[in-house]
């Protein structure tokens, strides 16, 4: 009987532990792999997306857009105001819960 009891509980010992194991491996095989180097399209695309962010910053705005983005911009952009009323649509709106 006793003999029971402990294997029954090794048994939910083993599968606890075996479960934690499990989540730890993956776990850190997740942060072991943000330490390695990025392969070479992975960093290819990443320094793409920084050079962009960074000309976006110098230019106030999107890229290399002509004068057609900024007049189907404002269209758009008049045509949300009629249907949705007044207000700054290029702006997050602002929720107060109270």
Not at 39 to 50: E, G, M, N, T, Y
Not at 58 to 74: C, H, L, S, Y
């Amino acid at each position: 009987m006793i003999l029971r009891r402990i294997l029954r509980l090794s048994s939910l010992f083993h599968s606890a532990l075996s479960i934690h194991l499990r989540r730890n491996i993956g776990l850190s095989a997740i942060v072991f792999n943000k330490t390695k180097e990025l392969d070479p399209v992975q960093k290819l695309f990443l320094d793409k997306i920084r050079e962009y962010n960074t000309k976006s910053k110098q230019a106030g705005g999107p890229v290399d857009a002509g004068p057609e983005f900024q007049k189907d911009m404002n269209e758009s952009l008049a045509r949300l105001q009629r249907a949705y009323g007044e207000g700054d649509l290029t702006k997050f709106p602002e929720f107060k819960f109270e």
